[in-house]
């Protein structure tokens, strides 16, 4: 016995249902995680998302170690640099804001890991990625799972659930209903 994978004809053309919100934005039934939802999955995630490291940053403060993320996102804008020139001038102010011996914001580093003031004669976009995985792994098994047990982060969490329980989100949801059952 053997089944045939002949295409299905011109009669049958796949169905493409598309449902949109009250603002006409297409809406799915598997909605991707958004604000809180997606940050507890990954530190990657929260460091994508503008509010996340906000949110990030503001706990951060509180526990004295908001130069870890600063670094880090220092780093990331750093490998987007072009230009000799600039990459010079954006490494220099890295290494004398988080690196150097006497920086404003030092960050905790390995001590063999420490750049020498002469590599920022000639940069690389990925000169800081050592460091830059250290200060990652130092965020995420140590700050960032705290930061999802902290009160900065469950307030938010609770807000966006209320915003999402709201009338106003409910109606949406009705109306979106309507349209998918019509």
């Not at 990657?44 to 908001?66: A, C, H, M, Y």
């Not at 220099?92 to 404003?104: N, P, R």
């Not at 000639?122 to 965020?139: A, E, G, S, V």
Request: hydrophobic share 30%; glycine share 2%; with cysteine.
């Amino acid at each position: 016995l053997s089944w045939s994978k002949a295409p299905l004809p011109a009669a049958f053309p796949p169905v493409r249902l598309e449902i949109n919100d009250s603002e006409g934005h297409p809406s799915s039934s598997h909605q991707t995680l958004k604000g809180t939802s997606k940050w507890a999955t990954s530190l990657e995630n929260l460091l994508e998302d503008p509010e996340g490291v906000k949110r990030f940053r503001e706990f951060l403060k509180k526990e004295f170690s908001e130069e870890n993320v600063l670094f880090w996102l220092a780093c990331e804008e750093f490998k987007k640099t072009q230009g000799k020139k600039q990459m010079q001038e954006k490494a220099k102010d890295i290494y004398t804001t988080f690196l150097s011996s006497k920086a404003s914001s030092q960050v905790n580093v390995e001590g063999q890991s420490r750049l020498n003031e002469t590599i920022l004669e000639t940069p690389h976009p990925l000169m800081f990625q050592k460091l830059q995985d250290q200060i990652f792994n130092l965020m995420k098994y140590d700050s960032y799972s705290r930061f999802l047990k902290s009160d900065i982060f469950l307030n938010h969490k609770k807000s966006e659930e209320q915003e999402e329980n709201s009338p106003e989100a409910q109606t949406a949801a009705k109306r979106a209903s309507r349209i998918y059952n019509t």
